[in-house]
């Protein structure tokens, strides 16, 4: 099946903290086209995110297609707080990279 | 008289954390705004500042932003609202933001007016009291409800505002506010409810304005944005000669770091986003109706963050560029561990290492395991109850990278490049140990409300 990456259909690929506790992830699309395409794929689902990230989806606290905005947003709770001991991203913004490369089937 | 429209002004989405950029602000200015609006603070830099009581943002862009926002609404005589000083709301960030006004206005010799300011914190004790009584304090996202343990280990905690003192404020006659930590949304959205406005569109408004030029596009920070509310609608425009506020880019903005795209909670309710509808007014201004405000049944809840130290602390730095080094660098890092606990077996102390090239920014997420890098930075993190044990196990934890002993290595003359051969002191760690919120009788009962003249 040819297969597109994120990367290539999306406007936005972002992530940021949601508070003290959890950092957000927005996919954002320019087109509706595009969004459609990948909401109905079934590439990116909280199963597609947990097995990204090595994570249990427990973790994933909200998986949300947002309309108005043409985006798909989830959040994961972090296991420590932000800033805490041992802390490699304070505002949880470099944590999306992954999300680039998954594959789109059209 | 209540007016039939409303404008607000609002410069920076974290006022002074970078410099409010000036042309965009002037053009707002000189189109007479009704209020002059920003929030200055954020949970986003972390637990230090809370927790050692200072600021993340520079004090000269914090002066330059609040000298704009002065000149501009004093010269047009209208309010100026500010809220969460000086990045966390604490007590003395407020009075420092007062004294910036102060000394502001007699650098321009302003004429007389009033400055109203209000405190956020929390006394330890008034919630030990509450929870000795029964009184759960909730937790919030899935944190469990707060022990007396974690209390104890808060240093500083600060209750998140929401409409009341600000309100409380303006029923004074306050011409400028300064607030301590309050929600973002409420700074707007509290003078559009004093002005008769119904709180679907304040709140709405708030929300939308709390950034600035975030909710505009193409991407560029601290520029000035207007929000212009009737009782039917909320219209934002970017001032900036190249941004616009578009559908795409204010729906956008509404999902920024949160959570839910669709529900914001204040103290005194939740504003519910569902059926917003974005139309695109003119070629600057995105017009949005639908949002709805949903008081809280019952007593008002109020956020609570609160946040602890944990010890001193030092950081190293060490580089690798020996591949068969890297391979093994797991080995190296088990190696330095052993050196430390072998020095401090029995004592207080923390180490962490995020190794640069591998996984030190995304840690257990990086999905990313075989590491491709050719060369590798080590940040070496040392924390303790003293500063002395913290610097030493910093500095083992750095040096015996140096030292490390792989069987096969070429270079046996040292296994890491330092940029500094020394750790350097940094902020105590601290924790954010509350994320919680209490219930109370009176909105207002955990925070005063001042005013003093300012001005010749």
């Known amino acids: 099946m040819k297969t597109v990456k994120l990367v290539d259909l999306a406007k936005t690929i972002r992530s940021k903290n949601a508070g003290t506790d959890r950092i957000t992830f927005d996919i954002i699309f320019r087109e509706k086209e595009n969004y459609d395409l990948v909401r109905k794929s079934g590439a990116l689902t909280k199963g ?42 304070i505002f949880g913004c470099q944590q999306y990279p992954p999300l680039l490369d998954i594959e789109i089937p059209v | 008289m209540q007016k039939e429209t409303l404008r607000i002004h609002c410069s920076n989405g974290h006022l002074g954390f970078a410099p409010t950029k000036e042309e965009s602000f002037w053009i707002g200015a000189r189109t007479k705004p009704d209020y002059y609006c920003c929030d200055s603070g954020s949970d986003d830099i972390g637990p230090v500042p809370l927790g050692a009581d200072k600021c993340a943002s520079h004090r000269e862009w914090q002066k330059h932003d609040l000298e704009l926002m002065l000149l501009a609404s004093r010269q047009q005589g209208v309010p100026m609202v500010i809220g969460s000083s000086g990045d966390t ?115 709405y408004c708030g929300k939308v304005l709390e950034c600035a030029s975030f909710c505009a596009e193409p991407y560029g920070a601290k ?21 616009r506020c578009t559908v795409a880019s204010v729906a956008g903005h509404a999902m920024y770091e949160r959570s839910n795209p669709y529900y914001e909670h204040v103290a005194g309710g939740m504003l519910d986003m569902k059926d917003c509808v974005y139309e695109q007014y003119d070629e600057k201004t995105c017009r949005i109706t639908g949002a709805k405000f949903v008081p809280v049944e019952g007593k008002i ?93 910093a500095m083992i934890g750095m040096r015996q990278i140096f030292y490390a002993r792989l069987p096969e290595v070429k270079g046996t003359a040292g296994t890491a490049a330092f940029v500094l051969d020394e ?7 601290y924790q954010w140990t509350m994320n919680h919120i209490v219930t109370v009788d009176d909105p207002m009962e955990l925070f005063k409300v001042y005013t003093t003249e300012i001005g010749e």
């Open chain 2, 223 to 243: 520029e000035t944005v207007i929000g212009t509310i009737t009782k039917n609608d909320v219209k934002v425009t970017a001032m900036h000669p190249e941004q």
């Open chain 2, 423 to 429: 750790v350097v002191e940094v902020s105590p760690a």
């Open chain 2, 89 to 203: 709301g604490s007590n003395s960030r407020v009075d420092m933001y007062v004294d910036f006004i102060r000394e502001i206005a007699r650098k321009h010799k302003m004429k007389k007016f009033k400055l109203a300011y209000f405190y956020s914190e929390v006394d330890k004790e008034y919630l030990r009291k509450k929870m000795e009584a029964g009184e759960a304090i909730e937790g919030l996202d899935s944190r469990s409800n707060l022990t007396l343990e974690e209390l104890d280990k808060t240093d500083r905690i600060v209750a998140v505002a929401g409409v009341h003192p600000f309100i409380k404020a303006l029923e004074m006659g306050a011409d400028v506010i300064i607030g301590g930590r309050s929600s973002d949304a409420c700074v707007f959205a509290a003078p559009a409810i004093y002005e008769g406005f119904p709180e679907d569109i304040a709140y």
């Open chain 2, 301 to 393: 809840k109020v956020k609570l963050e609160g946040s602890g130290k944990v010890g001193e602390r030092y950081l190293g730095m060490a580089g690798v560029r020996d591949p068969y080094t890297i391979k093994h660098i797991d080995e190296v890092i088990k190696w330095a561990k052993d050196q430390v606990e072998e020095r401090f077996a029995g004592k207080e102390y923390q180490l962490s290492y995020r190794i640069f090239g591998k996984n030190g920014v995304m840690g257990d997420l990086e999905p990313v395991k075989e590491s491709k890098s050719h060369e590798l930075m080590i940040i070496v993190e040392g924390v303790a109850p003293t500063k002395e044990v913290a610097e030493e196990v």
């Open chain 1, 48 to 89: 597609a995110i947990a097995k990204l990230f090595d994570i249990p989806e427990s973790r994933i606290v909200d998986f949300v297609e947002f309309g108005p905005a043409f985006a798909i947003k989830f959040t994961i709770n972090r296991l420590v707080p932000s800033g805490s001991f041992g802390e490699g991203d």
